[in-house]
């Protein structure tokens, strides 16, 4: 889809590498000196979870400026349904073109997407001050909880949007993060030599 000045269109595998490299400068030192979500998505594409329908990127001027995708998970429901929903990313923006509202173009693009496959929520982990402009709202007050979270603590970050409006209406459970997105310290060390070498910096606002 061509939306004025940039194409949204589906990834292919010879744009694998240059998106991990986009995705690796997005977030490099953003969460903690260096970054390991371009080993993450490397991984995630051949999870049996990840939805290759939803792996989209943004191109503009024949360059790849933004990236989204989604996987498959579940709520496990405290009366024992399983509840199945979509979680997402990463996502990520060229740095230079940060806080231009291509994040929120390619995001809220491809939650239509997932809209029109039938897909009935989103949830993950995420900051509702970008989130919550293209209707994501707190997990908690759909009554869904992060897995591994005590009871008490601040789950501020675990965010969810009804794609079908109700989807969650009956529900109270716990969310699992699918597995693929582990990944080893020492894996993402090995992979991260195949690009430019790039300084890893402690900065403020980092949280691991
Ligand atoms: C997060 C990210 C995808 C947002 O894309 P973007 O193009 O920069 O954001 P947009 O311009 O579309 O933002 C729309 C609005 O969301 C809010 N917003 C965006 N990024 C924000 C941030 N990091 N913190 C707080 N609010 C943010 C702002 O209100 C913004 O409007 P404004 O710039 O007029 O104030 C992009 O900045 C990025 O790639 N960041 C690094 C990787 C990352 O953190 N990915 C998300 C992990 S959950």
Redesign the pocket.
Same mark, same amino acid.
């Given at each position: 889809m061509n939306t004025n000045d940039v194409i949204m269109r589906l990834e292919k595998k010879e744009d694998y590498r240059e998106v991990e490299n986009l995705i690796r400068e997005? *977030?490099w030192n953003? %969460?903690r000196p260096g970054c390991s979500e371009h080993y993450v998505i490397h991984v995630l594409r051949d999870d049996p979870a990840f939805i290759k329908e939803l792996d989209y990127v943004m191109e503009k001027d024949g360059i790849l400026i933004g990236q989204n995708m989604f996987m498959r998970t579940i709520i496990e429901a405290d009366d024992g349904r399983i509840i199945p929903v979509l979680t997402m !990313?990463? $996502?990520? $923006?060229t740095p230079d073109? /940060? &806080? &231009? !509202? %291509? !994040? /929120? &173009?390619i995001l809220d693009y491809t939650l239509e997407k997932a809209t029109a496959m039938g897909y009935g929520a989103v949830l993950f982990? !995420?900051?509702i001050? *970008?989130y919550g /402009?293209s209707g994501f709202d707190y997990a908690s007050k759909f009554g869904i909880r992060y897995h591994d979270l005590p009871e008490g603590s601040d789950a501020s970050f675990f965010l969810c949007k009804e794609l079908v409006p109700g989807y969650l209406n009956d529900v109270t459970g716990v969310y699992q993060t699918p597995k693929g997105y582990y990944v080893d310290d020492s894996d993402v060390e090995e992979f991260d030599k195949f690009f430019p070498p790039k300084q890893k910096l402690k900065l403020p606002g980092q949280i691991f």
């Open positions: 997005s *977030f953003v %969460y !990313g990463p $996502i990520g $923006i073109l /940060k &806080r &231009r !509202g %291509y !994040g /929120k &173009r982990e !995420g900051n001050d *970008f /402009k």
